[in-house]
């Protein structure tokens, strides 16, 4: 199986940057999609950001522009480059993997990301 870790998360005021990452055990991140999901309280899970195992990147809408992702498949490691903070930005995000087509089946315990105003 795969074990997924996150860190970064943390308070940052708006406007500022954060720079989560994911590392994944096991050869399994070098073929699969990777992607970083948010859940705010009281909603559900939305994906904020995928990279395909060849570099290929799917952004929401609400971050395009803000938001880098990428991997490094070296060193089995997911990177989320947050810049331009907003308040609504503010949830816990969670790295994933695509196990099959459209079921992101391995999942990561989550990192607290806080933007203040």
């Known amino acids: 199986q795969v074990q997924l870790v996150e860190s970064g998360g943390g308070l940052v005021e708006a406007g500022g940057s954060l720079r989560l990452s994911c590392v994944a055990s096991g050869s399994i991140f070098s073929i699969n999609t990777m992607g970083w999901y948010v859940q705010a309280p009281g909603k559900q899970r939305e994906l904020v950001a995928a990279?395909?195992?060849?570099?290929?990147?799917h952004y929401a809408e609400s971050v395009k522009g803000r938001f880098t992702i990428s991997r490094d498949n070296a060193k089995n490691t997911m990177y989320l480059q947050m810049n331009s903070l907003k308040p609504e930005d503010s949830a816990v995000y969670y790295c994933?993997?695509?196990?099959?087509?459209?079921?992101?089946?391995?999942w990561g315990q989550g990192t607290q990301v806080t933007v203040s105003s």
């Open positions: 994933a993997v695509e196990t099959g087509l459209g079921h992101w089946g391995s």
């Open positions: 990279v395909t195992a060849g570099g290929y990147t």
